[in-house]
């Protein structure tokens, strides 16, 4: 019988089924789960994070506190400042201390009021520009700081999450060797389990990417 046989297949493939059933009952019989339960499904009683984790949540001074602290532990820096107005001093002497000669920040108006122009002339500053991604994504691959407000911040992490859209593309944050990443305070969460929900649910709506930024 020619081993292209239909019916010769087919009975391997029997024969294999039959082997591999035999094979799965005895490790369930040394098991002790012989019997009907071969052919169950394992039950899974737990999905996702269990209630008690769900419900935890920190105070907001515990947030900020817990993800700088994290932040810091992965080799980064945090400030905490009191508003834009004094954010854009910090943002300029973090560009004067590390050496930055380019900057390249979102197309956000929060961004732009932080005139880094005025402050810092010398340096080449560029805005991400939605209508030609490629060439700001090659700007962006030279450019030495990037500026980015950021959309989320989960404490317990030290994670950061960053919507891309076209005022927002994701090199800003990923390419530049220096990032400076603005969390308003409201939006620093507990969980990361926060931010995915609402990630999840965003992504069934055709929503923009997202990078997460861990530590």
């Not at 098991?31 to 009907?36: F, H, I, K, T």
């Not at 560009?95 to 810092?120: F, K, M």
């Amino acid at each position: 019988m020619s081993t292209s046989d239909p019916s010769f297949l087919e009975k391997m493939e029997r024969e294999s089924r039959e082997q591999q059933k035999r094979f799965i009952g005895h490790i369930a019989s040394r098991l002790g789960r012989g019997g009907a339960s071969e052919s169950r499904k394992p039950e899974h009683p737990y999905r996702g994070a269990p209630d008690f984790w769900n419900g935890y949540e920190l105070t907001h001074e515990e947030r900020i506190e817990r993800f700088m602290g994290n932040w810091r532990a992965a080799g980064g820096h945090t400030e905490r400042v009191a508003g834009w107005e004094e954010l854009s001093g910090v943002v300029t002497r973090i560009l004067q201390e590390h050496g930055a000669q380019s900057t390249i920040r979102q197309d956000l108006p929060e961004l732009a009021g932080l005139r880094l122009e005025q402050h810092l002339p010398e340096l080449a500053h560029r805005v991400w520009n939605g209508q030609d991604p490629d060439a700001s994504l090659a700007t962006a691959a030279y450019t030495d700081a990037g500026i980015a407000l950021v959309d989320d911040a989960v404490a317990y992490t030290g994670s950061l999450v960053v919507a891309s859209s076209s005022e927002k593309g994701r090199s800003v944050s990923l390419l530049p060797n220096l990032l400076i990443a603005i969390v308003p305070a409201e939006r620093m969460k507990t969980r990361l389990g926060e931010v995915m929900g609402r990630l999840s649910r965003s992504a069934g709506e055709g929503c923009r990417a997202y990078a997460l930024i861990i530590g």
